[in-house]
Nanobody
Framework: QVRLLESGGGLVQAGGSLRLSCVASGTIFSIYAVGWYRQAPGKQRELVATLTAGGSTNYADSMKGRFTISRDNAKKMVYLQMNNLKPEDTAVYYC?????WGQGTQVTVSS
């Protein structure tokens, strides 16, 4: 059974940074694309970034240049480095592999 567990969220001031982590279990991690998504209160879940098994990345326009997705296949970890955070980045952040979602981690950015 595939499971994902996110961590690293918290409260940060605008302009600050956070690094989110997601650890996978129960799957051959290295062969799959991974992704980060987020959902703000009252809004639909949206793409943040994806990273293929081959290393290709895709970012939502508003995250380009501020966020970086990476992975460590040996540790079955996915990371999201978030810099220059803005209040509008406040959301629950989820990682995803295939159709499996983690439980999410809250990121709150104060102005």
């Amino acid at each position: 059974q595939v499971r994902l567990l996110e961590s690293g969220g918290g409260l940060v001031q605008a302009g600050g940074s956070l690094r989110l982590s997601c650890v996978a279990s129960g799957t051959i991690f290295s062969i799959y694309a991974v992704g980060w998504y987020r959902q703000a209160p009252g809004k639909q879940r949206e793409l943040v970034a994806t990273l293929t098994a081959g290393g290709s990345t895709n970012y939502a326009d508003s995250m380009k240049g501020r966020f970086t997705i990476s992975r460590d296949n040996a540790k079955k970890m996915v990371y999201l480095q978030m810099n220059n955070l803005k209040p509008e980045d406040t959301a629950v952040y989820y990682c995803k592999i295939l159709t499996i979602w983690g439980q999410g981690t809250q990121v709150t950015v104060s102005s």
